[in-house]
């Protein structure tokens, strides 16, 4: 066995030696490194070939070891348990509108003005603030317990009244430092 694998090494190091895969085409710069690599693979493999020891991996099992590690990818972020999001609500009613009067007095005369405040706060388009997509967007970003279809219906039934709650929980928010 010793014998075979230090052959089947020597002629892997002549077969090496007469390929012509080595060649890099002419004018690039590259020949003499890819020269000085191709002799030092050559060494190598006929090193191992007269130095074989049994029981000890070869120079080139060693080689292709280290090249195979290090191809493989490292984990740089540790996998972990991940706590649920905890569920929230709206910090005020769908009727509440008394509860911020400004928030009130700019839906009922100038609803298109509120929609816009709230679509800036949530860095949307401002024809978006008042709409079921804008609402059901901040519901699911807070883990606010609801439906698209409800969101729908408050948006349909009342729609100034919704847009009221939407801008005073980001009111909220941000008071809390939360938004």
Same mark, same amino acid.
């Given at each position: ?70 191809? #493989? ?65 901040? #519901? ?36 809390? #430092?939360?938004?």
């Amino acid at each position: 066995m010793d014998g075979s694998r230090g052959a089947a090494a020597a002629m892997v190091a002549e077969e090496l030696d007469g390929e012509e895969g080595w060649e890099v085409v002419a004018g690039c710069g590259a020949e003499s490194r890819m020269e000085e690599k191709k002799q030092a693979v050559l060494e190598l493999l006929r090193e191992d070939a007269l130095s074989f020891l049994p029981n000890q991996p070869s120079t080139r099992d060693t080689l292709c070891r280290a090249l195979t590690m290090a191809s #493989r990818h490292v984990v740089t972020v540790q996998p972990g348990f991940s706590v649920s999001p905890q569920s929230s609500t709206w910090h005020t009613g769908l009727l509440d509108c008394m509860s911020d009067c400004s928030v009130c007095i700019c839906g009922a005369f100038c609803y298109p003005c509120l929609g816009c405040q709230v679509a800036n706060a949530m860095d949307e388009f401002c024809l978006c603030g008042g709409s079921v997509a804008m609402r059901t967007l901040y #519901r699911t970003r807070y883990n606010i317990p609801g439906s698209i279809l409800g969101d729908y219906y408050s948006v349909m039934c009342c729609p100034m009244c919704a847009l009221c709650q939407l801008k005073r929980d980001i009111d909220y928010r941000r008071e809390q #430092r939360t938004f």
